[in-house]
């Protein structure tokens, strides 16, 4: 079993930056495959990135790409999302989920899901 907790969640004024952490326990990471999603309210759960067990691979959706930089410190049990030149339209609460498997961005193949931090991008 693997306990994710995620923090630094906040509120940004639009064209800032935030940085949020995801925090395991019960496992070593490495074994993990890591995601984050995100969930803007009436919507349904976005992927927003993933990187893959030894963080030398990530891949993002088309809308963060060039702003949002995953990684991850094994050492630590963490992944971060650093997100820069936030927009309106990243407000959403941000989840990071582990998978067995690599480089997967549909929620359905993660089997470890943290309860999320809350992102508000003020304008």
């Known amino acids: 079993q693997v306990q994710l907790v995620e923090s630094g969640g906040g509120l940004v004024q639009a064209g800032g930056s935030l940085r949020l952490s995801c925090t395991a326990s019960g496992r070593a990471l490495i074994f993990y495959g890591m995601a984050w999603f995100r969930q803007a309210p009436g919507k349904e759960r976005e992927f927003v990135g993933t990187?893959?067990?030894?963080?030398?691979?990530?891949s993002y959706v088309d809308s963060v790409k060039g702003r949002f930089t995953i990684s991850r410190d094994n050492a630590k049990n963490t992944v971060y999302l650093q997100m820069n030149s936030v927009k309106s339209e990243d407000t959403a609460i941000y989840y990071c989920?582990?998978?067995?498997?690599?480089?997967?961005?549909?929620?359905?193949?993660?089997?470890?899901w943290g309860r999320g931090t809350q992102v508000t991008v003020t304008s």
């Open positions: 989920a582990a998978s067995t498997r690599m480089s997967r961005t549909s929620a359905n193949e993660y089997n470890y």
């Open positions: 990187i893959s067990p030894s963080g030398g691979a990530t």
